[in-house]
């Protein structure tokens, strides 16, 4: 849930477990889905115990520093890509636009295939000796100090100031001049965004076709790493509640292991995050950001805002923590096992018979006899105990079970049935009417949820558009219409 306001920040403090609702339903399924393993559900692969961060960590390099790089520092990296009087060959880039990474990709090793994965295109491009040489220049013109990672620390943050020289000026949602947050993007997948992200580099002339998911990927592991995350459900959509929990995951989980996020699943992330009890200023500042996103993306802010007055987050952390609620409540309600007659009638005898070979319950071998003095008789058919419970009924007068096998207590079972001491219907049809009635409420929360995550134009169609009935008439000539044919009027033949 998310709590009130905090004294130290004007936004609300959000505080929510990232293991929220049981059950994540897929729009396109015919059926409500089993439990499932993330915020729906129990994760199906559970997270490393101790996350370990990659190598390169989120890739932002200097930039990702606990002491990021300075802006005047930022600004040398710049000048010195663009010197005319650099002594490394390939510069100044003869395309400014490119930047360090369009510089490091030329000439380089790096096949296709290793653009989608940039753990492998960095690792190949690093350690070249043309990057190691840059890396050097570039830490010697900062005046840097020199480790066993400063080198590509420099070369990253020369990577994403060519990408992303919008950087220096800060601005919530926006990378590389692209607004992740877009109205355009409410609704739908992650993958929307990351193509919407790629084709802007393009466009901006910062990667080609072939360079923009991997420059893409690179500026969001480390400015919005749940993007990145892998085998998201369909159904979490951008700006949707689930959305903003993942979000909220994604960065406990990065701030406790940078860069880990991009490298691990949605039911990772969400299972990880759920261990992780520190909140440090890069959490709540996530947390804050995502709680704005989702009241923009539901109508409750104006995206055109810069700084939300208290009083109106106060109202979508009200509206979040309702949904949620709702949706927790939706969850386990269709999650409400249906009761199955046959088990209750078994509990049954199993409790009144507890010395029974349970095999015997099933044994066709009960007879119903009517004892009529004088005039007796049996009715076809032999059943078992099993059957008797489940079906129910009272006995008419002078009607009976009689065993036809030693096997199984007629005399006793028969007592026990007279008297509705082995009644099961009652209960089982109790039972069934409140499962049936959950489900219900259930299923009616999961559609308002799944409305909430549709593309704006879509949830306004359903909330505003207007009914109109139409019929469509077809009229068909069959082939043979204009053939001569007999045919026969009042009896008279004609042509």
Known sequence: MIASNSSRSSFPHVSISTQPPASIVDPGA??????????????????PRQATAPP?????????????????????IITLLQDPDATLPGLPLVDARKGALGYLLSGSSVANADLNTPDITLQKLLGSSKAQALGQALQTRVNGIATA??????LLAAI???????LRVARPNSVAGFDLAARQYW?????????????????????????????????????????????????????????TQLVIA?????????????????????????????????VQA???????????ANALLNVASAMPSETEMERVRTRYNRQLSTLTDACAAVQTPIPSRRAMALATLKEHFPTLDPQAF??????????????????????SMLDIVMEGGKLNAQEHWLARDKRVPGEVFCQLYETGRLDVNDAFGAQYDKAIASHEQGHGGLVQYLISTLPVEDRNNFEYGALEFFRTDQYKIAGDFFRRRPCTLAGIRCR
């Open 286 to 296: 996530a947390e804050q950001l995502a709680l704005v996103n989702w009241g923009a």
């Open 362 to 383: 099933e044994l066709p071998a009960l007879q119903k006899a009517w004892l009529n003095p004088g005039r007796p008789g049996a009715f076809p058919g032999l059943y």
């Open 250 to 282: 994604t960065a406990k989980v990065e701030a406790d292991s940078p860069g880990r996020a991009h490298t691990m699943s949605y039911a990772e992330v969400v299972a990880h995050a759920d261990t992780l009890t520190g909140r440090g200023v890069s």
């Open 160 to 166: 994403h100031l060519g990408l992303d020289p919008e």
């Open 30 to 47: 015919t059926s409500v889905p089993e439990p499932s393993a993330a915020l729906a559900a129990q994760p199906t692969a559970q997270a």
């Open 56 to 76: 390169l960590g989120n890739f932002g390099g200097a930039l990702a520093w606990p002491m990021p790089l300075s802006k005047s520092d930022q600004d040398a």
């Open 187 to 243: 609704g739908k997948p992650a993958s929307e965004v990351i193509d919407g992200l790629s084709r802007h580099l393009i466009d901006q002339g910062r990667a080609t076709v072939q360079t923009a998911n991997l420059a893409a990927c690179l500026l969001l592991a480390r400015t919005a790493p749940e993007l990145l995350v892998k085998d998201v459900p369909a159904s979490v959509t951008y700006g949707s509640l689930l959305w």
């Open 149 to 154: 990672t400063s080198s590509n620390d420099y």
